[in-house]
């Protein structure tokens, strides 16, 4: 059988990137058969543009604010990134809202981590929010981008448990932990085309997910 070349994808990030390094690490070890075409940061002092200048990757900085409104933005964006090959744009702590445009044009190309078990907790804060109300756990999800911000298609999730004596940064840190896991392990099943989108249903080798993707337990970590 021939074999597969790696799949091209960019990252977009806007902070410290460690969603971009866990990636660049799974390539580096083999154990991703993906090629990141280039890192773009909506900000210019974000630390994942460092990690990617060590990993020798093409990296750019288009800032939201130098631009008169998201549709430009998002216009100067997908003119920036044409140059680069795609299958898929792989956000990592980005933040930036994508409008219509920018997603007409990558359709069902685009997918997000959220540090939540969506549907629950979209947007800020969400580790806050699950001490708060007193949930057993917490993780984080990895999801198709559509018009709707952390609602789109959910491809996996990775359930964490909220200890006792959880603060907001130690549930943080454990979510992440979660993160470095599950989106190399995503784009794993992408770069082997076992993940297919057909009418907003997410199927895994042709068989329907359930509805919050597949779901995955981190006991120990
Ligand atoms: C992660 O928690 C991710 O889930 C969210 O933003 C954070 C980015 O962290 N979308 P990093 O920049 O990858 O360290």
Redesign the pocket.
């Known amino acids: 059988m021939a074999k597969r070349e790696p799949l091209p994808i960019i990252v977009f990030?806007s902070?410290?990137?460690?969603?971009?390094q866990a990636i660049i690490d799974a390539i580096d070890s083999l154990s991703l058969p993906a090629k990141i075409t280039a890192v773009i940061s909506s900000k210019a002092n974000a630390y994942?543009l460092e990690r990617g200048q060590r990993a020798n990757l093409h990296t750019g900085v288009l800032c939201a604010q130098d631009f008169a409104n998201r549709h430009e933005y998002d216009q100067a964006l997908c003119k920036y990134i044409e140059q680069f090959p795609c299958a898929y744009i792989v956000?990592?702590?980005f933040m930036h809202v994508l409008g219509s445009c920018f997603l007409q044009k990558y359709p069902n190309r685009i997918i997000?981590?959220?540090?939540s078990l969506l549907p629950l907790y979209p947007g800020l804060n969400t580790h806050a929010g699950a001490i708060k109300n007193g949930d057993l756990e917490h993780g984080?999800t990895v999801h198709f981008v559509n018009e709707n911000v952390d609602a789109g298609p959910i491809i996996a999730q990775t359930s964490v448990k909220i200890r006792a004596e959880d603060t907001t940064s130690t549930l943080q840190q454990r979510?992440?932990k979660a993160?470095y896991f599950l989106y190399p392990t995503v784009l794993n099943w992408l770069a082997n085309e076992r993940i297919q989108l057909r009418e907003d249903h997410v199927l895994m080798d042709n068989i329907p997910m359930p509805q919050r993707g597949l779901r995955f337990v981190l006991n120990v970590i």
């Open positions: 990030i902070g410290n990137g460690s969603n971009l994942g956000l990592a702590g997000n981590i959220h540090p984080c979510v992440h993160e």
